[in-house]
């Protein structure tokens, strides 16, 4: 499992890349495309990556459990981005074609303010007491999830403070195949990185909850373990994610031992995403979530409480999973 708030400056592909000059399969307006080679990345092979844990890369938003005025809470993901004048000097910098590790950032003028509270991910190397960008201008980071917050309240939803637990989807540990959503103390993920997956998170390809009844869930990283990966073959990985029910996932991530990760999403191959069924919704899925062991009262739209009305009740995938009007 991924902890220390460990967002990488980058995680690197688990192969060798290459920019090609076209639109990018995964994000609008980016007008080229990151695509793998068919060579593994020299990082990856000094971490032994043919003995890593291959784990499903879930199509989401990374969040964050540490602690915040004294208790555990959730951060979400905020990258520290450069202002307008700072981007504009990066981009006809990149663009010469120079290296982007060589161009010189002031931090203290070049990036958009954040709230008091943001803290730059662990990894994030510093240089003269400031943080140092990544080779994309960005500087990683977290800003905690606090009540009311609008900006958030996806985040919010699948977390309540009073009670100190998160909604968390995961396997059963007496039955690796059937997956529950369950009421977590906040408390046992502390330290740990999870994603945020959902009706209102990156036009949901789950297909969980809707529109009048929005479902977010959190899953702690690296618990996805795929059972039958393929080695780290272009051709094999090709073949796994268009032909093998299991390989209809967003990407793999590799735990390697020496804590080092690598990644790989069905874009670097050229392949689409969804397509079709995807692999999370092959599996049943139980509710595990008691309010009335909480002792607090709850609203009838709160997430908890519509999950707690289904406490025990086991559903043939997480897709199917709604609530009585």
């Known amino acids: 499992?991924?902890?220390?708030?460990?967002?990488?400056?980058?995680?690197?592909?688990?192969?060798?890349?290459?920019?090609?000059?076209?639109?990018?399969?995964?994000?609008?307006?980016?007008?080229?495309?990151?695509?793998?080679?068919?060579?593994?990345?020299?990082?990856?092979?000094?971490?032994?990556?043919?003995?890593?844990?291959?784990?499903?890369?879930?199509?989401?938003?990374?969040?964050?459990?540490?602690?915040?005025?004294g208790e555990p809470y959730l951060w979400a993901r905020l990258d520290r981005k450069p202002n307008k004048q700072a981007d504009k000097r990066f981009k006809k910098f990149h663009h010469s074609r120079k290296s982007c590790k060589e161009f010189t950032w002031i931090v203290e003028k070049d990036f958009k303010d954040v709230p008091d509270s943001w803290i730059p991910a662990h990894g994030v190397q510093h240089y003269n007491g400031q943080?140092?960008?990544?080779?994309?201008?960005?500087?990683?980071?977290?800003?905690?999830?606090?009540?009311?917050?609008?900006?958030?309240?996806w985040h919010s939803s699948a977390v309540n403070y009073d009670a100190r637990i998160a909604l968390v989807l995961r396997p059963r540990s007496d039955d690796s195949e059937l997956l529950e959503i369950a009421a977590v103390p906040l408390s046992e993920l502390l330290e740990q990185t999870l994603e945020l997956i959902g009706t209102n998170i990156n036009a949901n390809?789950?297909?969980?909850?809707?529109?009048?009844?929005?479902?977010?869930?959190?899953?702690?990283?690296?618990?996805?373990?795929?059972?039958?990966?393929?080695?780290?073959?272009?051709?094999?990985?090709?073949?796994?994610?268009q032909g093998c029910e299991e390989g209809k996932v967003e990407g793999i991530v590799w735990h390697c031992n020496?804590?080092?990760?690598?990644?790989?999403?069905?874009?670097?191959?050229?392949?689409?995403?969804?397509?079709?069924?995807?692999?999370?919704?092959?599996?049943?899925?139980?509710?595990?979530?008691?309010?009335?062991?909480?002792?607090?009262?709850?609203?009838?739209?709160?997430?908890?409480?519509?999950?707690?009305?289904?406490?025990?009740?086991?559903?043939d995938c997480i897709q199917d999973v709604h609530f009585e009007a």
Not at 131 to 153: A, R
Request: aromatic share 10%; charged share 20%; with cysteine.
């Open 258 to 315: 020496d804590g080092t990760l690598v990644k790989l999403h069905r874009h670097h191959l050229g392949l689409k995403w969804p397509d079709g069924d995807v692999f999370l919704n092959k599996r049943p899925v139980i509710i595990c979530v008691n309010w009335v062991s909480y002792e607090l009262d709850i609203g009838s739209e709160d997430l908890f409480g519509s999950f707690s009305n289904l406490n025990g009740h086991h559903f």
């Open 205 to 241: 390809p789950y297909g969980l909850g809707s529109k009048k009844q929005p479902i977010h869930l959190l899953v702690p990283h690296g618990i996805l373990q795929i059972q039958n990966a393929p080695s780290v073959n272009y051709q094999q990985l090709a073949e796994w994610f």
């Open 131 to 153: 943080p140092v960008p990544d080779e994309n201008g960005h500087i990683p980071g977290w800003v905690p999830v606090e009540k009311n917050n609008k900006q958030y309240c």
């Open 1 to 69: 499992m991924r902890r220390l708030g460990s967002v990488q400056q980058k995680m690197p592909c688990v192969f060798l890349t290459e920019v090609k000059e076209e639109p990018s399969r995964k994000r609008d307006c980016q007008q080229f495309q990151v695509v793998a080679t068919e060579n593994v990345n020299p990082r990856a092979l000094e971490s032994n990556v043919a003995c890593a844990l291959a784990t499903e890369k879930l199509d989401g938003t990374c969040c964050y459990v540490s602690v915040y005025k």
